[in-house]
């Protein structure tokens, strides 16, 4: 059988089922991406109120604000070569003559220090930047935690 003897009708109804599946599958990847726009859009938002929230709480508590979203970068070396490495925190905060780096967390896991990712975050915050301490923000539950790291020389 040769492509001019297959009957037209079968010809458009294969072509209209190949459209019909392109259209679906572009569809379902509109859907897919716009959903996932809207959760990190939710994030964002969520982030931006809890921050604005762990604000107002360290100001309540004496502390006060000394920069926002600080960006600080240090140094290491890789097999001899140096790299350089850049670390933004929520906060840098003053109690006194204390200095801190406040890290502000939302949600049910992040604000836990036995959360792997959240603890090496503050870990590296109490490394790069010269501050006395670091601070754990709870947005959720209005709570503030210092986080003291047995560093040694």
Known sequence: MEFRDIPPELLLAVAGAALFFGLVQTLRLAWRSARQRRRIERCREQGAAGEAR???????????????????????????????????????????????????????????????????????????FDVDGVLLVDAESRRVRSVVFPLHA
């Open 54 to 128: 762990a604000e107002a709480l360290l100001r309540e508590l004496g502390y006060t604000i000394v920069g926002r979203q600080v960006a600080v970068s240090y140094g290491v070396q890789i097999d001899g070569e140096p790299f350089t490495v850049g670390l933004r925190a929520d906060y840098l905060v003053a109690h006194g003559q204390r200095r801190y780096v406040a890290e502000v967390k939302t949600g049910r896991l992040a604000p836990r220090i036995d959360t792997p990712a959240t603890r090496r975050q503050l870990l590296e915050y109490r490394l790069a």
